[in-house]
């Protein structure tokens, strides 16, 4: 298995008032845009920029990054051999399939 990507998350109300200045810093378009429930998403660089209303994103605040990985079962046998414990089941996104993991430690993420 290995790590493709890992995006810090930004936390904003407005995607679109976010990545103007975004833009400028990464010297860059988002690589990826899309809505997920009643969140919108934006990845840009290293940042997968999360808006919508403060309830809603609240939903998924227990993540702290977001990796993107080559073989997602690698990754769950890994973190369950570990010690680590899977949180939210497989589902899948307009990205593809995802879940959310805790690992041994206690850091929670979204791995897809």
């Known amino acids: ?7 810090a998350r930004l936390w904003v109300d407005e ?7 975004l ?3 990464i010297g860059a378009e988002p690589d990826l845009r899309f809505a997920f429930d009643r969140i919108e998403l934006a990845a840009i660089g290293h940042f997968l920029v999360i808006a919508g209303p403060p309830e809603e994103r609240a939903r998924y605040a227990h993540a702290s990054a977001t990796v993107i990985v080559d073989n997602l079962d690698a990754v769950v ?6 010690g680590g414990e899977i949180t ?5 996104s307009p990205t ?8 041994a430690g ?3 993420g979204l791995s897809s």
């Open 23 to 25: 833009r400028t810093l």
């Open 88 to 92: 939210t089941p497989e589902a899948t």
């Open 106 to 108: 206690g850091a929670e």
């Open 96 to 103: 593809g399939r995802y879940l959310y993991a805790r690992h």
């Open 77 to 82: 046998a890994g973190l369950t051999a570990a």
């Open 1 to 7: 298995m290995a790590v493709l990507k890992t995006y």
């Open 15 to 21: 995607l679109d008032a976010s990545l103007p200045s």
